[in-house]
Every structure is written in C-alpha cells, then in structure tokens.
C-alpha cells in the first residue's frame, strides 16, 4: 500500500518530484485547521510551511509518523504535541541562511541609504530630497546582532565584509571563541546592544524566551540614529511599541519581514510611516531557496518514512 503524504501549503515542484511511486501524495485544497483535519487521516508525512499545525491537528491525526517543516523556525508547530505521540519533526535548517542573511544586508544598506523614500521623491519630482542629507554610511558603524546562529553568522560576516561593519552581539548559547571566530564580540548584557549598535538585526528564533525581546524599553535605549531590523519572528519585536518609537523619532528606522500577525491587517499602523521597509515574509522564497527548501523537507519525509 501506498504510503499518504499530505503537503499543507503549495510547494515547489521539485519538492513534489522527490516522492517516487511508492508514495501517494495530496496538496490539501487549503492550510486551514479544519481542512487539515479533515485531510491527516490515514496520512503518514507531512510537509508544513507557515500555517499552524496545531495540537487538534496532531489529535486528529491517526498514522502520522514525520512533520517536515519548509524552512527553519517550528514555532508554528505543536512540538510537544508532537513529541507525546512520537512523531518526529524536521526542518531545513541548511536551505535559507544565505537567502535570509543576503535579503538582511540589502534591507540594512536600503534603510541607511534611503532607498525607498528617495526613490518615491526622485518618482514626484521631489529632487531636493537630495539636500535633506538623511542617508547615512555604514562605514565602521556598529551591527548589533542578537541570534548568531546560521544567518547571524552570515549577517556579520557578510556586514563585516561588504560594509566594514563592526559586529557586537548577544547569543546567550553561543561561546565567545566561536562569535571571535566569526569576527564577533559577544555581549553577555543584551541591554548594551541596545545602547550601542547602529543597526540591531534580530536572528533569534520565537521562543517564551524571545517572545516581546524587543520592547518599547529597550526601544528607548537605542540611538535615535539607529536601525532596527527583523527578519526573524513578528512576535519578537512588540509592534505597537516600535510604531511608537519610530512615530516619534526615537529611532531612525525599522525593516520588518515578519510580522505579528502574517498577513498583516491593510491598514497595520505601521504602513503609514516613511522610514519603515517592509516585505511579506519574504526573506527565503527566492528561486533557488525555496527548491533547497521543498526538496530537502521532501526527503526528510521520504528518508523517515522508508529508513
Ligand atoms: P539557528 O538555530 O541557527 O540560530 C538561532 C540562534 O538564536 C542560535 O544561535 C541561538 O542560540 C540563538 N538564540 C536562541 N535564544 C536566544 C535568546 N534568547 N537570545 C539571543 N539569542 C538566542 O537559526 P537560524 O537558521 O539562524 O534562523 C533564526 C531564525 O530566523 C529562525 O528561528 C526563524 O524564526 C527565522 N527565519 C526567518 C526566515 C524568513 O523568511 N524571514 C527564514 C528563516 C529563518
């Protein structure tokens, strides 16, 4: 017989071409709780993206054996649900670190440089814009990173080597030799990040630990000058405290890829605001991530289920 797999949200076709005869595959018609409970009896893998696999999901759920989650972070995945019946969860944690890492380098050079903005005034006619001097250098200014695993470690390197960037961080599960290693001073008071990067990236995962990290305190400690960047989980940064912050000037700009709530209602505080960059949970789908991507959490299924 036939082993089931049910891929929750459309993925790359490559993805699909993995599973060989010996799999009877299902794309359910939408990733809603419902819907995915109707669809995971008798199912032994699935692929997940973004959509919550919750807890009803797992209970409804009467073979599964593998979750393989496209991408990296499983915050959208029951995983002691999960883990109470014994089903194993993977992720990709290989396939979108240079995406990620390269779509944060972009956002943290077009915030400094004004990208946007300038490219809207030059559209209106506005060319003294060019008088206001708001763009800035990134020249020897200071990247605070808080997260230094893969795409961290990417971030400062790559800020480091396209920049010239100085890269200070807090990773309370990294080892300062390794952050060295990397070019890296690690802090052990995550506040002096705050107090002293011109541009903060966030590559943490969401966990109780991280959830709200970002807050309108440590909000106010930083420059008024600086950039705050996330590219990690919505639910790290307190949204309403960073409109705040950037609504008054307490900082000079933000670039969010992820939001608290994805998609983002149409009319999000936020969108009313200049120096704000912002893009859909966007980070990994290039050409070449989302085939890493597809086809790496397609073999981990088909690895579990034939291994
Ligand atoms: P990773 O596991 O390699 O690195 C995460 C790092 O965060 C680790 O070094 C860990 O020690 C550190 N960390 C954990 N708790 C911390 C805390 N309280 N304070 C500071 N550091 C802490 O993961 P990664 O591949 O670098 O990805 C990081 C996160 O980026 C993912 O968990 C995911 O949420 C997010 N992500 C977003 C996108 C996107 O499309 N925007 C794509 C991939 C990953």
């Known amino acids: 017989m036939k082993k089931k797999v049910l891929i929750v949200q459309p993925i790359h076709e490559s993805g699909l071409k993995v599973f060989d005869d010996r799999f009877e595959v299902r794309v359910a018609p939408d990733p809603s709780v419902e819907t995915v409970k109707r669809e995971i009896k008798g199912v032994e893998g699935v692929v997940v993206r973004t959509a919550p ?33 014994g089903i194993l969860v993977l992720n990709t944690p290989d396939a979108n670190a240079v995406s990620v890492a390269e779509h944060t380098l972009t956002a943290i050079g077009a915030l400094a440089k004004r990208v946007l903005p300038m490219d809207r005034a030059t559209r209106r006619g506005d060319w003294e814009v060019r008088n206001e001097y708001k763009a800035v250098d990134l020249d020897g200014k200071v990247l605070g990173l808080i997260g230094i695993g893969r795409i961290g470690t990417l971030v400062a390197r790559k800020a480091a080597a396209a920049f010239n960037m100085q890269v200070i961080a807090y990773d309370p599960y990294v080892r300062p030799e390794v952050a060295a290693k990397n070019g890296v001073i690690l802090y052990e008071d995550l506040d002096r990040i705050f107090r002293e990067a011109d541009v903060i990236s966030i590559h943490t995962p969401l966990t109780a630990e991280t959830r709200g990290l970002v807050n309108g305190a440590r909000l106010a400690m930083m420059k008024p000058s600086a950039f705050l960047v996330n590219f990690s989980r919505g639910g ?72």
């Open 53 to 85: 696999f919750t807890r009803e999901i797992i209970a409804a759920a009467d073979s599964l054996k593998v979750i393989a989650r496209h991408g990296v972070g499983v915050d959208n995945i029951d995983l002691r649900a999960a883990t109470e019946r």
């Open 236 to 307: 790290v940064v307190d949204e309403e405290a960073l409109y705040q912050a950037l609504k008054r000037g307490a900082i000079a700009g933000a670039a969010l890829d992820v939001f608290e709530e994805e998609p983002p209602s149409r009319n999000h505080p936020l969108f009313e605001l200049d120096n704000v960059l912002l893009s859909p949970h966007s980070a990994a789908l290039t050409q070449e991530c989302v085939v890493r991507m597809a086809t790496g959490a397609a073999r981990g299924v088909v690895e579990v289920l034939t291994g």
